[in-house]
């Protein structure tokens, strides 16, 4: 990770960036590195209806600062949930907008295996934009049928639990299975052993440059 200054997330959605990578961001934070986070949908549709329409953008606000990203490195725009195919020219423009601004050093996308319609266009898009920076692709197994785990990223305790911490900021969405610590500690194990450390998060490795 030398001369990683500036790294950058792209969610479709809030909470994507922490279950597949929040290990990872939490540690870049303390080496130093200048996280952004850059998030696609409000999800407004998929809110219950006892909330409001736009808490997922406020949780994630929450959730984000236990990473350590700040509040004004964070990139929202609201298309809606399941739609973003439909928007795909006006993404990849606020793409360059954002390489434009932050010129990361690294960027993490969603997979190329991941099976999610908005996943894959930031998939796609992400590609695009950031075609000659470090890219990897970070793994949200419920969306995997196959995934490839080619770049593994180290970690201690205190990163999974942040990464949990951040997870568990998204309070509406405590109903979904995968928020289950056991759940995440068990990946973290896995993705560990796998290059014989006590925890890790894994990645697609779509691009590294030397």
């Not at 997330?9 to 850059?38: I, N, Q």
């Not at 406020?58 to 809606?80: F, M, R, S």
């Not at 490839?148 to 639990?161: S, Y």
């Not at 014989?196 to 998060?201: G, I, K, S």
Request: hydrophobic content about 40%; overall charge negative; proline content about 5%.
């Amino acid at each position: 990770m030398e001369n990683i200054n500036r790294a950058l997330v792209l969610a479709p959605h809030p909470d994507d960036g922490e279950f597949g990578c929040g290990g990872t961001l939490r540690k870049l934070a303390l080496a130093g590195v200048s996280l952004h986070y850059a998030v696609f949908s409000a999800c407004k549709k998929s809110v219950p209806t006892d909330l409001p329409d736009d808490i997922l953008f406020t949780e994630l606000e929450k959730a984000a600062g236990i990473l350590g990203i700040p509040a004004e490195n964070l990139h929202k725009t609201d298309y809606p949930v399941r739609e973003l195919p439909a928007y795909r020219q006006e993404i990849l423009e606020k793409l360059v907008q954002i390489r434009q601004a932050i010129q990361p050093d690294l960027v993490f996308i969603p997979n190329s295996h991941d099976v999610h319609q908005d996943h894959q266009t930031l998939h796609q898009e992400g590609i695009r934009a950031f075609k000659h920076t470090r890219i990897l692709g970070y793994e949200l197994p419920w969306n995997n049928i196959t995934a490839t785990h080619n770049f593994h990223v180290r970690l201690e305790k205190e990163h999974i639990d942040a990464k949990i911490a951040a997870v568990n900021a998204y309070a509406s969405q405590s109903f979904r299975n995968y928020k289950d610590e056991d759940f995440l500690f068990g990946l973290a194990k896995v993705r560990g052993v796998q290059v014989n450390t006590e925890y890790a998060e894994a990645f697609e490795c779509i691009r590294w440059i030397l």
